[in-house]
């Protein structure tokens, strides 16, 4: 099973940027889709952004516009470029693999999560 590891999570002011990593363990390159998850204090985890092996993306509606998700195959990382940030972005960010039921992505509950990166947005 690979690992996968956040980080690039901090503290950042409202209308700032932060940039995310998703390090893999071994090779991203078989696997068929990741994402970038969003939990906010007191919230149930959330889907922000995804990306196929094809690179197709798609983006929860809080996000479109201001997020950047992108993955290298080279280098086992997938990215999430965060820009204009606002308060209501903060929480813990965590990526996963994701698997396919019809049109519905979803986290394997097979797939150990990682520690997720701390984002914090300051008004």
């Known amino acids: 099973q690979v690992q996968l590891v956040e980080s690039g999570g901090g503290l950042v002011q409202a209308g700032g940027f932060l940039r995310l990593f998703c390090a893999a363990s071994?090779?991203?390159?078989?696997?068929?889709?990741v994402g970038w998850f969003r939990q906010a204090p007191g919230k149930q985890r959330q889907l922000v952004a995804s990306?196929?092996?094809?690179?197709?993306?798609t983006y929860a509606d809080s996000v479109k516009g201001r997020f950047t998700i992108s993955r290298d195959n080279a280098k086992n990382t997938v990215y999430l470029q965060m820009n204009s940030l606002k308060p209501e972005d903060t929480g813990v960010y965590y990526c996963?693999?994701?698997?396919?039921?019809?049109?519905?992505?979803?986290?394997?509950?097979?797939?150990?999560w990682g520690p997720g990166t701390q984002v914090t947005v300051s008004s």
């Open positions: 996963n693999i994701l698997s396919q039921l019809g049109s519905i992505w979803y986290p394997p509950p097979w797939h150990s």
């Open positions: 071994g090779s991203i390159a078989s696997i068929t889709a």
């Open positions: 990306i196929t092996d094809s690179g197709t993306t």
